[in-house]
């Protein structure tokens, strides 16, 4: 069993930054791949980011250029760095991962909000 536990979610104003941070504990093997995904008032979930164990990231095209996604596999960490945040990032983040003989992400946190707000 996976336990994910995400931190550093806060209030910004636009332009500005946030890192989050993702802990695995509770596994046996290593998550394949972890991601970030968010889900905003009245949306539906959507990914943002995710890293491969090997180190391969892709982003959502909302992010591009602006977060930065990497993981620690000696830590069994995950981090997002939110550069220029826009209101349209406000959402509560989600951390999630999945095994090498997974095809859906099967772990997940309990979430972090981030609110970009003037």
């Known amino acids: 069993q996976v336990h994910l536990v995400e931190s550093g979610g806060g209030s910004v104003q636009p332009g500005g930054s946030l890192r989050l941070s993702c802990a695995a504990t509770?596994?046996?093997?290593?998550?394949?791949?972890m991601a970030w995904h968010r889900q905003a008032p009245g949306k539906e979930r959507e990914l943002v980011a995710s890293?491969?164990?090997?180190?391969?990231?892709n982003y959502a095209d909302s992010v591009k250029g602006r977060f930065t996604i990497s993981r620690d596999n000696a830590k069994n960490s995950m981090y997002l760095q939110m550069n220029n945040l826009e209101p349209e990032d406000t959402a509560v983040y989600y951390c999630?991962?999945?095994?090498?003989?997974?095809?859906?992400?099967?772990?997940w946190g309990q979430g972090t909000q981030v609110t970009v707000s003037s």
């Open positions: 890293v491969t164990i090997g180190g391969t990231s």
């Open positions: 999630s991962g999945k095994s090498a003989f997974s095809i859906t992400y099967d772990s």
């Open positions: 509770g596994t046996n093997f290593r998550l394949n791949t």
